[in-house]
């Protein structure tokens, strides 16, 4: 998988040969068929361990209605940043090279992503319906919770700093603040200011009115 990435990363998919990456990892390649039939099974390979498995474990998430609307949705957050700081030239190379997927892989690729995004998009929606989350747009709101997790692949790790602490650490700090930023904020009963009145009566107006624009 690794020297898989390297040459990807490198040469790119249509420019690596099988001859190439049994060299790389030091077999035949006979040898090699006995792991991989083709470079896009290898390529499948590489891409189920982000895309497919993010897509499974958000929509478990969604549907969790034991837990805490919000709870879910910085797990998911949590997870989707862990995994890509645990292979950040991984998830690079998935992005660079959508447009070098076998038909089956791309669409299964894009499914996944729709899928993703549309969990993230159902678990805003329910931390709004909860009242522990904001009356935001949920589309916009997920897109950049997603985004915050993406961006980890361009700059964890490093030397010193962030990258020196582990991914479990970063990926739930990174989940908590980008979270946290969607959250209703805390004593909003309290006060006699009017116009801290009025905006809490407003957000609670939209949330009424998206509510009741549900089915």
């Known amino acids: ?27 035949t390649r006979t040898s090699l068929y006995h792991y991989v039939r ?16 993010t897509a499974d474990d958000m929509r478990r ?20 940043a862990r995994r890509i700081a645990e292979n950040p030239r991984r998830f ?9 997927f076998p038909e089956e892989l791309g669409k299964r690729y894009r499914k996944a992503r729709r899928e993703t995004s549309g969990a993230v998009v159902d678990l805003v929606t329910q931390g709004i319906r909860e009242g522990s989350l904001r009356p935001v747009d949920p589309e916009m709101a997920a897109f950049g919770l997603i985004g915050a997790a993406n961006w980890v692949a361009f700059w964890y790790p490093r030397p010193s700093g962030s990258g020196a602490r ?6 739930a700090e990174i989940a908590e603040n980008a979270v946290g ?17 009025v905006g809490q009566l ?9 509510l009741l624009k549900e089915p």
Do not use: C
């Open 61 to 80: 998430l969604a549907d969790d209605a034991d837990r805490p609307a919000v709870d879910r949705l910085r797990d998911g957050i949590a997870g989707l």
């Open 202 to 210: 407003e957000e609670d107006l939209v949330r009424l009115k998206q």
């Open 1 to 27: 998988m690794e020297a898989a990435e390297h040459l990807f990363a490198r040469k790119g998919v249509a420019g690596t040969s099988l001859q190439e990456l049994a060299a790389a990892i030091g077999l």
């Open 166 to 171: 582990s991914q479990e650490v970063v990926a």
């Open 181 to 197: 930023g969607l959250r209703v904020a805390a004593g909003r009963q309290g006060g006699t200011d009017v116009g801290e009145i």
């Open 38 to 53: 083709n470079k896009d099974e290898m390529l499948t390979m590489l891409v189920e361990g982000f895309t497919f498995e």
């Open 92 to 100: 690079r190379l998935i992005l660079t090279s959508e447009s070098q």
